[in-house]
């Protein structure tokens, strides 16, 4: 089990071992006195530290940390005995890429490159330093890679500069390039960027300054002033960038200003206004989104721009528009589940039956949202097998000796909830099968369920759903299900999304246990249950969390009346959940679908779907989804919708 918060207090107060000498080889728990160290800064304790967990598992920690803060000064020596003593942890890496960025903002080159192959992970900084070195040593390909990344109009390091200017020396980045990538940056709302790229233009064809920050503070004014009798590329970027810039607020009155611009700017110019403002005006479920859209014609469109302009469609009903859109996207983007799915209906919907169910049925053989919904579409709904698969003692030894999963379990003992994942993560790299589910099974012995699903999770072919899809706490959840009138799947549905049954869990933001409860949502349901004597501390204890939460999820189901739209709310709030509703009812699908966030959008459908598995696991009965997602009727279809904006 866990350290006990109070127990590491005091472990953390005393010094590093209760009664043990000063010169004791450290402890586990000692870490989190090493930790401190670290964050003080205070590199001679740290040292101390390094030096007392010398060949214990954790050593590699307060090795990493001291490094880490004497980088710029430590021997080449130092560091590679690190890397080479400790590549088989998560620490390696970022050690690497943090030294990789010293040597490159010092120009030593040749360590620069000797170190650079073995980085593993992508750094966009470590990459620019890397094109500095390959030009330092007259690698024209590296000027070649330079104008690829500047024209990606991606927000660029400043270690990106150097290549840049060499790439602009060697006339590969001129006008034609510093105005596309200008564009770029300008839609994506990277103005310092666009600035930096301006300077690589001839002064006479320069956006002038005060002229972009009008545009970007005061976008309607600026348009509405702008008469230019000879226009130019930066009268065209900057008109652009505007009505951009107010179209998300305000799509109409950025439509009316493209229109009244339209000649000055040109047919290529206007259709990509057009797209822009319909992009815009489709995530804020503007009705007139896929009337923008088609002025647009076939663009040309971001892949952003196309996800939306399915979403569009499918709101409007308008199943042509829906195919089209899809039909646009390249095909690494056209490959998502989404996607796919939304192309067989909208085939299906047009009559094209053998079409739809030629990629309907690969689809139904994925294990997600939309694979379900496949399945459904072609009437070969068919539940898991819930039968556990015994866990064989050599897998279970075969995981416990990985030295990975050994610092992943100390460190869940210690609360370091971060650096544990991350050797969890590399313990389970490329581990096959029955190794998961063993991993699963020792995770679920720690006290760890949310591990322990996140490693059924992931099997390739041998599944065990008893463990992907648990039931833990069942008997609070029971009791709470009954007594607020909620489906128990749906309510297992949002613990498993939520916290993976994980009582202690915490977010970022203080979302706290079994049902990720906010501060300010738990004492409003504290009053209305009401809950005598509350106090936070009590979110962790499941019982009352599960109870919390369920009768704050009852409120919400009853307010908004349908659970997928009741599931956004316990996400993103009742009352944007009200505002993503359409005049008309929606397909709960097709709701879930066009919800503006894209974490609520996911949550939803892995809602949706762990509700599903549930059911099934609970009644065995494999439910209809799209009967589960149901239809969500109009914010005005009901008075009591109207209450949801009393609830937090």
């Keep these: 089990m866990r350290l006990p918060r109070l127990l590491a207090a005091l472990l953390l107060a005393a010094g590093p071992v209760l009664g043990a000498p000063p010169n004791a080889p450290a402890t586990d728990a000692d870490l989190v006195a090493a930790r401190e160290a670290s964050q003080r800064r205070d590199l001679k304790a740290l040292e101390n530290w390094r030096a007392r967990f010398a060949g214990h598992p954790l050593e590699a920690y307060p090795a990493y940390w001291l490094l880490s803060a004497t980088l710029a000064k430590a021997e080449p020596a130092q560091i590679r005995a690190f890397l080479s003593r400790h590549a088989d942890t998560p620490l390696a890496d970022p050690l690497r890429r943090d030294w990789l960025k010293v040597l490159g903002a010092a120009g030593q080159w040749d360590l620069f490159r000797q170190e650079f192959s073995a980085l593993a992970s992508d750094d966009p900084e470590v990459a620019c330093y890397a094109l500095q070195e390959r030009l330092a040593r007259d690698d024209a390909e590296a000027l070649k890679e330079a104008r690829a990344l500047w024209l990606a109009g991606r927000e660029a390091p400043a270690s990106c500069a150097p290549a840049f200017e060499a790439a602009a020396r060697e006339r590969l980045i001129g006008s034609p390039e510093a105005w596309e990538r200008i564009r770029k940056l300008l839609a994506a709302g990277l103005v310092m960027d666009a600035r930096r790229a301006n300077t690589f233009l001839p002064n006479k064809e320069q956006l002038n300054e005060k002229a972009l920050e009008r545009a970007a503070a005061e976008p309607a004014k600026y348009l509405a002033g702008e008469k230019s009798r000879i226009p130019t590329r930066a009268t065209h970027e900057l008109l652009l960038f505007a009505v951009t810039r107010l179209a998300r607020t305000k799509p109409e009155d950025a439509a009316a200003h493209l229109e009244a611009h339209a000649a000055q700017m040109g047919p290529d110019d206007t259709r990509t206004g057009w797209a822009r403002i319909a992009h815009s005006a489709a995530q804020q479920h503007h009705p007139r989104a896929v009337e923008w859209y088609a002025k647009a014609g076939e663009g040309p469109f971001t892949n952003a721009q196309l996800q939306w302009k399915v979403r569009a469609a499918l709101r409007a009903g308008d199943w042509a528009a829906v195919r089209a859109a899809v039909n646009l996207m390249p095909p690494e983007e056209a490959r998502d589940p989404a996607w796919r799915y939304w192309l067989a209906r909208s085939l299906a919907e047009e009559g094209s039956g053998p079409a739809a169910e030629a990629i309907l049925r690969p689809l139904a053989r994925e294990r997600h949202f939309y694979g379900l919904m496949a399945a459904e579409d072609l009437g070969i709904v068919k539940g898991p097998d819930w039968s556990a698969r015994a866990v064989a003692e050599e897998d279970l030894a075969r995981v416990r000796a990985i030295p990975a999963v050994t610092r992943a379990?100390?460190?869940?003992?210690?609360?370091?909830?971060?650096?544990?994942?991350?050797?969890w993560v590399l313990g389970l790299r490329a581990m096959d099968d029955r190794g998961l589910l063993a991993a699963s099974e020792l995770a679920l012995q720690e006290g760890l369920a949310d591990r322990a699903i996140g490693a059924a999770d992931i099997t390739a072919s041998v599944h065990?759903?008893?463990?992907?899809?648990?039931?833990?706490?069942?008997?609070?959840?029971?009791?709470?299900?009954?007594?607020?009138?909620?489906?128990?799947?749906?309510?297992?549905?949002?613990?498993?999304?939520?916290?993976?049954?994980?009582?202690?869990?915490?977010?970022?933001?203080?979302?706290t246990g079994l049902m990720q409860l906010m501060p300010a949502t738990a004492r409003w349901v504290a009053k209305q249950i009401p809950l005598q004597y509350y106090h936070p501390a009590q979110l962790k204890q499941p019982d009352v969390n599960v109870k919390m939460g369920t009768y704050y999820f009852h409120r919400v189901l009853t307010d908004l009346g349908d659970p997928v739209a009741a599931a956004a709310a316990y996400n993103a709030g009742p009352g944007r959940a009200k505002r993503w509703r359409a005049t008309g009812s929606l397909e709960g699908a097709v709701y879930a679908e066009s919800i503006p966030f894209d974490e609520t959008r996911d949550y939803v459908?892995?809602?949706?779907?762990?509700?599903?598995?549930?059911?099934?696991?609970?009644?065995?009965?494999?439910?209809?989804?799209?009967?589960?997602?149901?239809?969500?009727?109009?914010?005005?279809?009901?008075?009591?919708a109207n209450v949801a904006s009393s609830i937090p």
């Excluded at 460190?411 to 050797?423: C, D, G, I, K, S």
């Excluded at 549930?614 to 008075?639: D, F, I, P």
């Design 409 to 423: 379990f100390a460190l869940y003992r210690l609360e370091m909830n971060p650096e544990a994942f991350r050797e």
């Design 464 to 511: 065990d759903f008893s463990r992907r899809y648990p039931v833990h706490h069942r008997e609070p959840l029971a009791a709470a299900a009954r007594q607020w009138g909620v489906d128990e799947a749906l309510l297992f549905g949002i613990i498993r999304q939520e916290s993976r049954f994980n009582v202690a869990a915490k977010s970022r933001v203080g979302a």
């Design 605 to 640: 459908k892995k809602v949706m779907a762990n509700a599903w598995y549930y059911t099934h696991r609970l009644t065995g009965k494999a439910a209809s989804l799209r009967a589960m997602m149901g239809t969500v009727a109009t914010s005005n279809a009901n008075g009591a």
